[in-house]
């Protein structure tokens, strides 16, 4: 294999990497949404946590606002839990992408140290061939006097 072909598997790679790269980028923005909104949820459910004590603090029992603010918080909870595998399932996508960015990142490595490797081999071959051509020439011009 040639160092221009292995330049070329270099420069594909270099565009599949940083293709990943945009997907990775993509994918923790996403990650960071779904935090924000379970913060988000987290917050409601505390202020409605918080309204209730109030309620019981005050001793003005409103049965039905209670159940609506109960019925809320077990709606939140369960709201919290099914955004918390949201983000579960979002991070372990993460770990993946990163994995493979990191594998793409040690190919494209891999590539240019044997581009590299193959480039100096070249450039010792043409030594060398020069330098026997320039042994053949003064051989050749010492004969030849």
């Given at each position: 294999m040639t160092s221009k072909k292995l330049s070329r598997i270099i420069e594909w790679k270099g565009v599949v990497k940083e293709q990943m790269s945009m997907e990775m980028r993509k994918t923790r923005e996403r990650l960071?949404?779904?935090?924000?909104?379970?913060?988000?949820?987290?917050?409601k459910l505390a202020e409605n946590m918080e309204t209730m004590d109030s309620i019981y603090s005050r001793g003005d029992v409103d049965t039905e606002r209670l159940e609506l603010l109960s019925n809320y918080v077990?709606?939140?909870d369960k709201r919290i839990?099914?955004?918390?595998?949201r983000i579960s399932e979002i991070l372990n996508e993460v770990e993946i992408k990163q994995s493979s960015l990191r594998n793409a990142y040690r190919e494209e490595r891999v590539f240019e140290i044997l581009r590299n490797r193959i480039a100096d081999e070249e450039l010792r071959e043409r030594q060398s061939i020069e330098q026997k051509e320039l042994d053949f020439n003064t051989v050749?011009?010492?004969?030849n006097k």
């Open positions: 960071q949404v779904e935090l924000n909104k379970l913060d988000g949820m987290k917050v077990i709606y939140l839990k099914e955004q918390e595998t050749t011009r010492k004969t």
